[in-house]
């Protein structure tokens, strides 16, 4: 990451990110720190969730107190978009943007996050149309984990503007992902590494503990640093349609039940996530941060488990188990026994 932030630091050009989810904005805060952006950048925080959308609310308060322009699109549904109700308001929130920065189509430096390996999502698809230069950098692991799409819904996201290819764009100077080697088959230029795992100063600590964590979600985080020997880690995984609501339950329930034995669990859950598990009251972590930020405030664990989750990858624990890569696709998991001595 320190890399992406010199070439940050370095353009003369406004910076514009693209992001989705609370990790994506974890990721593109700490560029903003560390590559001292406030001032000269916007945070564009496209969601279907409802749940996300009431997180990104108060995250942009906080954010626009320091000099950062934010906006938050609520993506609605398909039809919205198909009688272009969502390209009208998406281009009237582009020229507001551009207003407030100081700058015009073609001279802004994109980063954006709402991507997979198809296509560039929409509305990252119209920031990425009209930006000077861009790098992209990628979700996580249940992003080059989801199945491949129909080529006829892919044929239709690419009508209603989601570029294909984009790749071949000699715009792009850089493509950031956890394991390269996921992506070898994969015709794309400039493949890079990225790792969240930099160092950060008390000051940066808190700072990113104060956008992302406050109230309720300040004591859940204090309590970790107290007694917790592992973590699990939900998905949305009925929320994106892999599983019914029940199955999902069902899941998380074994999981919870099966590493309970090793020790005291608690259980973060997915920012999308919105099941409500029958788990005793203290296990359970609500809030809508990003697990990525425990890792960065030095919450260590004996365990972590997860399946499909790029949140086992940040962990900071003695043994990590991703159950699965690939449930996206085949929809199976296997317990794993764990070596706790």
């Known amino acids: 990451m320190e890399k992406i932030a010199q070439t940050l ?21 700490s560029l903003i720190m560390k590559a001292d952006l406030y001032g000269r950048c916007a945070l564009i925080l496209p969601t279907y969730s409802p749940k996300n959308i009431n997180y990104f609310k108060e995250i942009i308060h906080k954010m626009e107190q320091t000099g950062v322009i934010c906006e938050v699109i609520n993506k609605r549904n398909m039809l919205y978009r198909a009688v272009g109700l969502s390209d009208r308001e998406n281009r009237v ?29 929409y509305p990252a698809c119209l920031w990425f149309r009209y930006c000077k230069q861009t790098i992209f950098i990628e979700e996580g692991s249940s992003q080059r984990a989801t199945p491949d799409e129909n080529p006829l819904i892919l044929w239709m996201k690419k009508l209603y503007g989601n570029q294909r290819n984009f790749w071949k764009d000699g715009r792009l100077k850089g493509i950031y992902v956890g394991n390269r080697e996921l992506f070898a088959e994969y015709p794309m230029r400039e493949l890079k590494q990225f790792t969240l795992n930099v160092e950060y100063s008390r000051e940066e600590k808190k700072k990113l503990l104060d956008l992302f964590a406050g ?20 998905q949305p995984l009925s929320e994106d349609g892999y599983v019914k609501e029940e199955e999902k339950i069902e899941i998380y329930n074994s999981i919870v039940n099966y590493y309970s034995k090793y020790g005291k669990v608690v259980v973060k859950i997915h920012p999308r996530d919105t099941t409500h598990y029958d788990f005793p009251e203290e296990t359970i972590l609500k809030g809508g941060y990003p697990s990525e930020l425990l890792n960065i405030l030095g919450i260590r664990f004996r365990f972590a488990i997860g399946i499909c989750t790029s949140a086992i990858e940040t962990a900071e624990a003695e043994i990590k188990i991703n159950l699965n890569d690939n449930f996206l696709k085949d929809g199976k998991y296997e317990l794993v026994p764990l070596d706790i001595r």
């Open 215 to 234: 109230g309720r979600s300040r004591t859940e985080i204090q309590r970790l640093k107290e007694a917790a020997h592992g973590i699990i880690y939900t």
């Open 9 to 29: 630091r370095k353009t003369p050009d406004k910076i514009i990110f693209v992001c989705s989810s609370p990790y994506n904005i974890l990721i593109a805060a």
């Open 93 to 121: 929130i582009m020229e507001r943007v551009l207003k407030k920065l100081h700058t015009k189509k073609h001279e802004f430096f994109l980063v954006n996050h709402t991507w997979n390996k198809a296509l560039v999502c």
